[in-house]
């Protein structure tokens, strides 16, 4: 079950569902052991697992391996920290605000803002408003 | 901080969302969802006005719905119109439906782009960034057009927030990617660059993703931005651990912005000026030493973000590759990795090494690291580690490691994943070809490869074993006895019998002294497999068998009772029923001399790159196979003493000689022989079957689909490139571009021909609308019939990879001249394609040789004496003026090359009377050659002066 997705490129609806089933596939068959980076297609998807969610970004195979599994992690702990110990249905219920976080965090599949501060002192102001 | 409850805001959201949730069944949640697509709807459609909160919640229920994978075909409208709400969270939810929802090329961009215009001008930073989002998102072209030039402004401003700046720049980035040409630099572009220096870490995280895009395609327009980026990132990298307060993450101090300094310095080459270098080399220097530091956090977020840095610093050094010191460093900090507990370290450790093997300068300290690495290939659990692993002993051999390596892939080969094989098996046979210094070795090698990996190898591999063995004598003899002991195994692998078919053909002879291997035993060993089979190695060892009885007449018997039994002779494929009716009945019929010579043992391939890496390039993709790598296999050229290839796809050794045509049809095109093999024709079989080279076009077709295939390019000249090369001979390839290849095979008769035409799809994409016409201009159409053109009308479409075959039928009623023309029609890609060829059909194909005495010749040649039945032209040789070549010509003419005629033995006459529906024409001709003035001199004499005038203009060209 995906919860959210966000796409950077162009793809219609149809290849955008098989693209999701593949990476379920892909990624969901790995064992704690193995590394958190696995080739697609012509790119690479770099996923950390937080108990049953996994969280997957697909990337140039250039791409920094690393940073994009900490920028996973930042995402995260920014979540867990505006949602209070965020679980899977505060993901669920709160989607239209996910995206939001999202957007902070992550723009034209680059990254936008790395400071956790920063972007909580945000979305905290956009919570204010009406 | 701040806390955020669930589905606050939105009860009505929340409801429905916990309702879907506790659907038990998929036919109670589509229930439910119709049952609020319904309610939605009347909502919409209602009189009472709603209000933005309630549009709000409506419009957010349809994302809901929509999300979990349902079509939405309404709403689009409420969205539309959330955007003018001045409310943030209603602005929001239609910035975000119409996000996720509207295609880039909706109608209704361009009421969202009024929208945004507004939102973009509100001087409200928080509407700012919405609406930048919003383009960011979709991306589209509309958007490009109507915001390109608007959006460097914003982010150049001295008076934008920084949030702003920091989505504009993204933005951008984005229309860029998406419509670069809408994105014209201007006087922005430099302010962009100093954004590097922003006192705001966020936008200098922003602007560089923005930078570095730009700069890969400008260089020189952003080569500022280098001094910049090292400044910037000296400043990170000296800064302690709290400096940065907000940017540092688990005590490291910005290290995204870090990375992505590291990686803009890898768009330019090292720095010029000095003191900037300098910076440069100790920041580098800098984050090798805190590799070795003790770490502030046990926390694996600290040691990645480290890492992190750490990597993408040694990517630049190997960039640069210019600092043997630090290459050197990075390899022994990367060594310490391959032995590091974490999985992912010692996967990146191989492939960042694998980049530090090729260096000159860190090639030898990667290569200490050789035990290691071969106990990953072993032990790691993680198959993309093994890969890895497998990756980085193929980048660190050379020849003093070559036999260990080789040994260790071998072994590792029998347990491998099915996902590596072939690639392992490439990779086996390139380095085996590569470093082999004792040919013995790499044939022992690529044999053990096919035992142990049989499936995996391909044709390439195979072909390539034999291509060496081929060009190398000094190998032949082991070659023969170690594949006539593998071929010994019960149970071994076809392309093993491939192999011993191909090699005992040649070469069978060296091992038959030996009464263990004598050529009875060779020939039953190899017989013993043959009903095991495929088609493709039972024509191959078809083509060994007639080679044996030319090799060792002893067992011509044998082998003649075989080719005639009934499952050879009427075998239900044509293939390989033809071959052994002609192998038969050349065994019986030709001389041993004239055996000798068609059967004689396969000339050299001329030497070229390995098919096997062309292979695995493709493989790979470009780029993936390090530069280097092609430089080592030009450097060690000289050692190479391979042979070449005729062509990823084609059977390489078939080519020369047309009695052995080990054919293998390839995946895209029936394959032709190119040029007239001269005993092909003397023995009278002609090349009926897909045999010779294809031209090897797979490297850059898509590019090349693209170019030509962008605008439509309705050609109507006629092309007749193909059609003189058709006059001597009545199969190859007519035509060929990008897209389409057009084979032809013909047979005549008398006065009636029949023609295949075979159209290849060689793109991957449907042709649509195919269709084919064939006219005769002028004249023509009174004096040749083509039949049956209509009712063998072509299917009218063409998948990708596809050939269709269209007959064409023929009659000759009169002599003529012209050709006809051959018009074919199709869509690629919405294109229209519009070809026309001229097609083939020349007087002289409808020619029987004539065989007379020398006596008759020169009667005859008298009695034809009027002027205007003779036609002569003295010309300049264009091709070959070899002997062979001339007389497979002339015999490819269709008419009789009588010898003992000429008192001259260096000309050549020819007879033959060409067959009309109405009339017989008898044709003599005489061509002198010159080759010290490399001239010819062609007379024609025929009973039709119209015909010594065409035949004359059709053969000055030929020779």
Known sequence: ?130 | MPAVSKGDGMRGLAVFISDIRNCKSKEAEIKRINKELANIRSKFKGDKALDGYSKKKYVCKLLFIFLLGHDIDFGHMEAVNLLSSNKYTEKQIGYLFISVLVNSNSELIRLINNAIKNDLSSRNPTFMCLALHCIANVGSREMAEAFASEIPRILVAGDTMDSVKQSAALCLLRLYKTSPDLVLMGEWTSRVVHLLNDQHMGVVTAAISLITCLSQKNPDEFKTCVSLAVSRLSRIVSSASTDLQDYTYYFVPAPWLSCKLLRLLQCYPPPEDGAVKGRLVECLETILNKAQEPPKSKKVQHSNAKNAILFEAISLIIHYDSEPNLLVRACNQLGQFLQHRETNLRYLALESMCTLASSEFSHEAVKTHIETVINALKTERDVSVRQRAADLLYAMCDRSNAKQIVAEMLSYLETADYSIREEMVLKVAILAEKYAVDYSWYVDTILNLIRIAGDYVSEEVWYRVIQIVINRDDVQGYAAKTVFEALQAPACHENMVKVGGYILGEFGNLIAGDPRSSPLVQFNLLHSKFHLCSVPTRALLLSAYIKFINLFPETKATIQEVLRCDSQIRNSDVELQQRAVEYLKLSSIASTDVLATVLEEMPPFPERESSILAKLKKKKGPGAVSVTELEDSKREGGELNGGGDRGPDTSAMSASNAVSRHSVTSNLSYVFQSTPSPSADLLGIRSSAPAGTAPASAGNLLVDVFSEAGPAAPSAAVNDDGFLRFVCKNNGVLFENQLLQIGIKSEYRQNLGRMYLFYGNKTSVQFASFTTSVSCPGELQSHILSLNVQTKQVEPLVEGGAQIQQVLNIECLTDFSDAPLLNIKFRYGGALQNLTLKLPVTINKFFQPTEMSSHDFFQRWKQLSQPQQEAQKIFKANHSMDTEVLKAKLLGLGTALLDNVDPNPENYVCAGVIQTKGQQVGCLLRLEPNAQAQMYRLTLRCSKDSVSRRLCELLAEQF
Do not use: P
Request: glycine share 2%.
């Open chain 1, 1 to 130: 079950m995906t919860r959210l997705a966000k796409w950077y490129m162009q793809f219609d609806d149809d290849e955008k569902q098989k693209l999701i089933e593949e990476v379920h596939a892909v990624v969901t068959v790995r064992d704690a052991k193995h590394t958190n980076f696995v080739e697609f297609r012509n790119f690479k998807i770099i996923y950390r697992r937080y108990a049953g969610l996994y969280f997957c970004i697909c990337v140039d195979v250039t791409d920094n391996n690393l940073a994009y599994l900490e920028g996973i992690h930042n995402f995260v702990e920014v979540l867990n920290e505006y949602f209070h110990n965020v679980c899977e249905l505060d993901l669920v219920f709160n989607f239209y605000k996910v995206y939001t976080v999202v957007d902070e965090m992550f723009l034209a599949g680059e990254i936008r803002e790395t400071s956790q501060t920063k972007v909580l002192k945000q979305l905290l102001m956009l919570q204010s408003l009406e």
